[in-house]
């Protein structure tokens, strides 16, 4: 009978210590990846033997776009039929296609990541990985790349059959080679966006279904980026705004990456095993973080009995609570910062393509902010939104215009339309300005509730950001809350290029600016933050805490300060702002 | 080998272990008994630097589990609770991987892999895929693994459930052969039997607590009382009985056999075989009566629920 011990074993301790001590010394990066490749090799092979994974590989490599390919000629000869340039189709619209080909299979990169990381949490096969002397560095990129070998080999075989169909078949269109660079870098750093974010869902699950379900956080925005993609691939000229996209996706891979190598190590593996959401725990939480109770503090009082402190006044609750937050928002002011600051200059610099005809007497196309006003008090919570009026078609087909001429009309078309009135049309004489200015005042005082529609507006835009925010890890929030920066960069650059005094603007933001900008910027600040949170590395707590105190500090300081701020801000842009642009105006700016 | 000192695990406010300190030696087979959820599991990957105790230390094959993680699990061999096999892999494909994750040369892996697999009886299924394994075979190559790269610290969680009586048998020859090798084992079972038989410490934990360490005479000493003697006599006892109560604290009297508690045997049983002999009653035995180590996990488990429990 073979023995179990080596014989070697007991004779020889010292080739076991220096076996041990072998693992002791930090790891080369190539030993890393050496390591990390042992458990992709493994996990890959394993992938290659399910069927349900391969099927629909092999599928969407070979059939789709096969499909696809027959589905671009299909089109073109449609569009060809009805008097189209065939040429020019094809420049624009295949293209599209290839990308749209490769995010099939992409797609299944995230299926096998969940499968990866949850399936072997699930299985409970994870452990003896865990007890082996890989590091969590190493056993993160392996899996990682394991996730993504597959599909991304499938993508690019996919985007292959495709592109030899186009070059070989009808079209005998022979795509750029940096056309295919550019789909090939944007494949595959979508897979790498759906792979890292796939391990940070992973995180907060234990059962493969609860994480499909969670899946549709990453899956919804990806799909919602392909379609725009799309928009921009088919306009030849603009393709380069997908450069700035992957680079985009890049820097989220990073935020993913950082986060997922914190979270995916043995202590978070094993240390949940629930998924339910535990309410009185969430609760706690909310509550811990609306008092300013630290989680330390909480341990300390879990585990040594030490008393947890409390804010006896309003006083306090600030003091406690609610100011120790911005030493927390340093970083994501900054940003918001940049954001508003890079905003107004491409503002600017947009006002010198795309010139405002200010120089011309604008006929009926600005907006009458008193009647607006008007309109805006008879509806429900002050939301008045100005009629679009559809120009009728031209008889005769007009001359073709210029990229900027079309841009400059529609941004005059894009004005909201005036409601019927009967006081002559806005006109550039301060006369006429300061009579209206005037009205404005007299309609202010008359009717305060206007402080309502103008706080009311402000609110429903930060609410609208936070949520997109909250959805697009601070994206789509930093571009709502930068963007009348941005407009306002625009106007500016107008003034001057049209050498109009710009101190009576300046006074009208300023007003009121002075109170609305600043809480504008905390409340996306703490959006932002709230936001990013899961990408941001922390040692104490896990991603779901993290998150409800960061959103709990959101809703805190939105509430004890952004909103004050914004009453205020409101208050000044009715019942200052006006007077201090006649002023301004009166004293001869 | 294993020295644990004042070993603490919270999970957020759940506290799975309690400060809880032992040693294992070389040579020793140490088993931690308790019900579920009492925090074995839990020791273990402590012990195999896989959680990060909240307080307290562990040095494992002289490697502190939190300063040197990488040394502690290269040098331990860990059978989890739950077997955690890739079933779409061969058995000698499995292997080969754990081979590669412990660095060990291609020569020497395939020849380990293939020498347990034969010495556990699973020679033929080498290249059969493991979702074709019985539950038995795939413990028996959950164990193997643990073996492969011939670790002297072996963490063993319930290493013969879900087996036949034969390939139980089987692994506690093996745990015994390791025991003589002078390595260092950790058994966590609910088969007290087994435990029994197979260790030299235990260590009852409850609630995260160990409530109750030592040897199993100790353990019986201290929870069920004195040894039990059981005398049985060819001629009927008769009044003897009387003379009997005097030296020794007597449980059950028949006719011809009687069982009695005694603190001091080896004084005690030769004075009350003098009487018999007097007395002209044939001795028919005179023995211990062993009592099984179910019978003090039960009283110690009743006592800890008293609120009596201590460590020893």
């Known amino acids: ?589 | 080998m294993i020295e644990a000192r004042g070993l603490t695990k919270y999970f957020g406010e759940f506290l799975a272990v309690d400060n809880i300190t032992f040693a294992v030696e070389p040579g020793t087979v140490f088993a931690i008994l308790g019900p579920n959820g009492a925090g074995k599991t839990t020791t273990i990957r402590m012990l195999t630097s896989i959680l990060t105790p909240t307080s307290g230390t562990a040095i494992v094959a002289g490697y502190d589990v939190v300063k040197h993680p990488a040394q502690v699990r290269a040098s331990v061999g860990v059978l989890t609770e739950q077997h955690g096999l890739y079933e779409r892999m061969k058995g000698l494909e499995y292997l080969d991987f754990f081979g590669r994750v412990y660095r060990l040369p291609t020569e020497i892996r395939l020849k380990r892999s293939r020498e347990l697999m034969e010495r556990f009886g699973l020679g033929d299924a080498l290249n059969r895929r493991v979702s074709e394994y019985s539950k038995g075979m795939k413990q028996k190559l959950a164990l193997v693994r643990s073996l492969l790269h011939d670790p002297p610290v072996l963490l063993l969680d319930e290493p013969t459930s879900a087996m036949d009586p034969q390939s139980a048998r089987l692994v506690r020859d093996a745990i015994v052969e390791l025991k003589y090798d002078r390595r260092t084992i950790i058994l966590t079972t609910h088969n007290l039997t087994e435990a029994q038989e197979l260790s030299n410490q235990i260590a009852v934990i409850r609630r995260g607590r160990i409530i109750a360490q030592g040897d199993i005479d100790t353990l019986s000493q201290r929870f069920v009382g004195p040894p039990l003697m059981e005398l049985r006599t060819v001629q009927p006892l008769n009044g003897f009985t009387d003379e009997l109560t005097q030296l020794v604290k007597i449980r059950e009297v028949y006719a011809d056999r009687v069982l009695y508690e005694t603190h001091t045997p080896a004084e005690t049983n030769p004075i009350i075989v003098r009487h018999l002999m007097n007395a002209g009653i044939d001795i028919l035995t005179l023995s211990r009566v062993s009592q099984t180590l179910e019978e003090i996990y039960l009283n110690i488990v009743e006592e800890d629920e008293k609120g009596q429990g201590t460590t020893v």
């Open chain 1, 1 to 589: 009978m073979s023995t179990i011990t080596s014989p070697s074993h007991s004779q020889i301790d010292e080739k076991q210590s220096s076996y041990v001590k072998s693992f002791a010394a930090s790891n080369s990066m190539w030993q890393t990846f050496s390591n990390a490749l042992i458990i992709t090799r493994r996990e890959v092979r394993d992938s290659l033997r399910d069927w349900r994974i391969i099927v629909p590989i092999v599928l969407l490599t070979l059939c789709f776009p096969a499909l696809a390919n027959a589905a671009s000629a299909a089109f073109i000869n449609l569009f060809e039929g009805y008097g189209a340039d065939g040429r020019a189709l094809v420049e624009s619209f295949l293209p599209l296609m290839p990308m749209i080909v490769g995010f099939f299979p992409v797609s299944i990169s995230l299926v096998i990541a969940l499968e990866t990381f949850v399936g072997e949490k699930e299985r409970r096969s994870i452990e003896p990985l865990l007890s082996t002397p890989l590091t969590n560095t190493e056993l993160y990129i392996g899996k990682v790349l394991a996730a993504m070998f597959p599909p991304l080999i499938a993508a690019y075989l996919g985007i292959g059959v495709y592109l030899g169909g186009l070059i070989l078949g009808e079209q005998q269109w022979r795509p750029a080679l940096m056309l295919v660079v550019q789909i090939l870098v944007l494949t595959t750093v979508q897979a790498a966006v759906m792979v890292t974010g796939a391990v940070v869902i992973s995180s907060q699950t234990t059962s493969t279904r609860a994480a499909n379900l969670l899946a549709s956080v990453i899956i919804i925005p990806m799909s919602m980026l392909v379609i725009v993609e799309s928009l921009i691939m088919v306009q030849p000229n603009r393709r380069f705004v997908l450069w700035w996209i992957a680079v985009g996706l890049m820097i989220v891979v990073v935020l993913f990456v950082r986060r997922g190598v914190r979270i995916f190590n043995r202590e978070e593996l094993l240390g949940r095993s629930v998924d339910q959401i535990n309410l009185q725990w969430i609760f706690r939480v909310i509550l811990d973080q609306w008092r300013g109770i630290t989680p330390q503090e909480r341990e300390a009082f879990v585990h040594r009995g030490v008393p947890i402190p409390h804010s006896p006044t309003i006083f306090h609750w600030y003091k406690r609570s609610v100011f120790p937050v911005f030493a927390e928002l340093r970083h994501p002011l900054m940003a918001i910062g940049v954001a508003i600051m890079g905003m107004f200059a491409v503002g600017w610099y947009l006002s010198t393509i795309y010139v405002l005809p200010l120089e011309r007497k604008p006929p009926t196309t600005e907006i009458h902010v008193l009647e607006a006003w008007q309109k805006a008090l008879e509806t429900p919570f002050g939301y008045y939104e100005t009629p679009l009026e559809v120009a009728p078609l031209p008889e005769k087909a007009p001359e073709p215009l210029s990229v900027k001429e079309r841009f400059s009309q529609a941004i005059v078309a894009a004005q909201p339309k005036p409601i019927e009135v009967e006081s002559p049309p806005w006109q550039f004489s301060d006369e006429t300005l300061l009579e209206q200015l005037q009205e404005l005042q007299e309609f202010a005082s008359d009717n305060p509730q206007l402080i309502g529609v103008v706080l009311g507006q402000n609110v429903r835009v930060l609410l609208a950001a936070a949520v997109l925010g909250l959805l697009s890890l601070g994206v789509l929030s930093t571009i709502i809350v930068a963007l009348p920066f941005g407009i306002l960069g625009y106007i500016f650059g107008n003034l001057f290029a049209h050498s109009i005094n710009p101190i009576p603007f300046i006074v009208a933001v300023i007003a009121h600016g002075v109170v609305e900008i600043p809480a504008i910027l905390l409340a996306g600040a703490l959006i932002l933050r709230a936001s990013m949170i899961i990408t941001k590395s922390s040692t104490e707590l896990t991603v779901g805490e993290a998150w409800l105190r960061a959103i709990t500090d959101m809703v805190k300081v939105g509430i004890a300060v952004v909103f004050p701020l914004l009453v205020v801000a409101a208050t000044l842009e009715v019942l200052l702002t006006p007077h201090a642009v006649e002023w301004a105006l009166q004293i001869g700016f």
